[in-house]
């Protein structure tokens, strides 16, 4: 029976440290990709939003720069969401809680 190692090696093109995500929304860039649904902005693509993310309620479930699903945890005194590529953004920094 061989000894298996595990992969400490990040996945090709993961930022985890990237603080883009952040400063994108910080400085009120214009988003690419609606936080919400996804939609590619830029090509005029437009989906209804949830009466939550209207309502300022919901975390963000889409990277507003790259469009990709981020990993969402809602706590009892916020949320935190990150994407692979950009960073992580928390409720607490925006002081949306």
């Known amino acids: 029976m061989a000894a298996t ?5 990040a996945r090709r093109g993961s930022n985890p440290d990237s603080t883009e995500l952040l400063k994108a929304t910080l400085l009120g860039d214009p988003p690419e990709y609606d936080p919400f649904t996804g939609a590619h902005l830029a ?4 989906r209804p939003l949830s009466h939550s993310a209207r309502a300022g309620l919901e975390a963000p479930r889409y990277c507003r720069l790259c469009g990709r699903r981020m990993v969402v945890q809602v706590r009892p005194d916020g949320w935190s969401a990150r994407c692979s590529r950009h960073g992580e953004l928390d409720s607490a920094l925006l002081e949306r809680r």
């Not at 190692?5 to 090696?9: D, I, L, S, V, Y």
């Not at 090509?43 to 437009?46: D, R, S, W």
């Open 43 to 46: 090509a005029g693509e437009e």
């Open 5 to 9: 190692t595990a992969r400490t090696t």
